[in-house]
């Protein structure tokens, strides 16, 4: 038996037993259309099937595009709906967020996606950039989206 399983028979269950955090701080236009990426990257999942990943994203948006778009949270294949932002008239910045439980993934590389998609044949996107700054409004700092990503025990 591996090292890593001996230790974690003594934790229980719901134990976390790894935190990985990313940051994005590129300035993005994001375009229009029936669905698009926002933030991709590749994650490394420490343990096989006897963990879950639980994914807690805070992305930041500036100006107005549509009021109502699916927007997931993706690892390794498996979409979650459950990320979303508040609609409001205003160009300001807009929070995407949400969090995402996914199980039954095996350890290694996975790729995460935060995106979206349009249902009715419709297009549009959460807002027209990603981490804005000084360039959208004059006020503003760059901005950084964040994404963490804990790893618990079944």
């Not at 996107?125 to 804005?132: A, K, R, T």
């Amino acid at each position: 038996m591996a090292l890593t399983q001996l230790r974690l028979g003594g934790l229980p269950s719901g134990s976390v037993v790894d935190v990985r955090h990313y940051t994005n701080s590129t300035r993005a236009s994001v375009a229009s259309g029936t669905s698009g990426t926002l933030w991709t990257f590749t994650d490394t999942k420490s343990l096989g099937t006897e963990s879950s990943i639980i994914i807690h994203a805070n992305l930041i948006g500036f100006d107005d595009s549509s009021g109502a778009v699916g927007a997931y949270i993706e690892y390794g294949g498996t979409k979650s709906y459950s990320i979303q932002f508040t609609y409001d008239e205003n160009s300001y910045c807009k929070l995407l967020t949400g969090t995402s439980k996914i199980t039954g993934k095996s350890s290694g590389s996975q790729t995460v996606t935060i995106g979206w998609d349009v249902g009715g044949g419709s297009s549009g996107s959460p807002f027209v950039y990603l981490n804005p700054n000084s360039t959208d409004e004059s006020r503003l700092y760059q901005t950084v989206s964040t994404l963490v990503i804990q790893e618990v025990k079944d």
